[in-house]
């Protein structure tokens, strides 16, 4: 693993700490570091691509065991179980990918851990409740909005090898080119498939719920 710059492993390792005293901006730190490598490293051949991602499940599975720690402490009983599940469940699968190679392994096994948690940690911090308090429709939404977007996601990266933008570039309908299109593609497609959904979300359950977010 000579090609994988030292410091880019330090990185990864030293930015999940953040989660244990900035819960949901620690989240995103580590995601940020986690999307941001492959660019630094600089994949250009399978076997390093085959590499790389032994390289990079190993360091998800790392930080997740900080999010884990936080969420064994959360009041909500549904939310806890729910998310334990999603990282057990992606477990299972990062450990069939390591056995087997097969890439298709994690689309079977979606990451939904993590998006499941920041949600949680969204709607508890702007509640001001340690409680999600939903009906079982609310909770099918919930799942329904974070499991099929994070499916299509995994699709394009572990059956068909590719980012979404490298395929279908939407800010080439923008009329943006060379860097701004490389920096800006990936955001444009984490609004469309996480931000969006995740944000019709928060509006359906405050109409439905009358909640006031951001008062106690």
């Known amino acids: 693993m000579n090609f994988i710059p030292w410091y880019v ?4 390792l030293l930015v999940p700490i953040l989660i244990l005293f900035f819960p949901l901006w620690g989240m995103f730190a580590s995601m940020f570091a986690d999307i941001n490598d492959w660019n630094i490293i600089g994949i250009d051949t399978a076997q390093k691509n085959a590499i790389y991602q032994n390289w990079d499940k190993a360091l998800d599975a790392y930080s997740f065991l900080f999010v884990v720690w936080i969420v064994r402490k959360w009041e909500d009983v549904w939310a806890r179980r729910v998310a334990l599940s999603f990282f057990v469940y992606r477990m299972v699968g990062d450990a069939v990918f390591w056995i087997t190679g097969w890439r298709p392994t994690l689309f079977i096994f979606p990451n939904v851990f993590e998006n499941f948690v920041i949600l949680c940690l969204i709607i508890f911090g ?3 409740k340690k409680q999600l308090n939903f009906d079982l429709t609310e909770k099918i939404i919930m799942l329904v909005v974070l499991i099929i977007p994070k ?3 995994e699709y394009f990266q572990h059956f ?5 933008w490298e395929i279908y570039s939407i800010g080439k309908w923008f009329g943006l080119h060379g860097t701004a299109l490389i ?3 990936p955001i444009l497609w984490g609004t469309l498939l996480y931000v969006i959904p995740m944000g019709g979300f928060l509006l359906y359950i405050r ?5 006031s977010f951001g008062r106690k």
């Open 160 to 164: 068909l090898g590719r980012q979404p």
């Open 126 to 128: 702007l509640s001001k």
């Open 9 to 12: 492993t330090l990185v990864r």
């Open 207 to 211: 109409k439905r719920n009358n909640l």
């Open 151 to 153: 499916m299509i996601h």
């Open 183 to 185: 920096n800006i593609d």
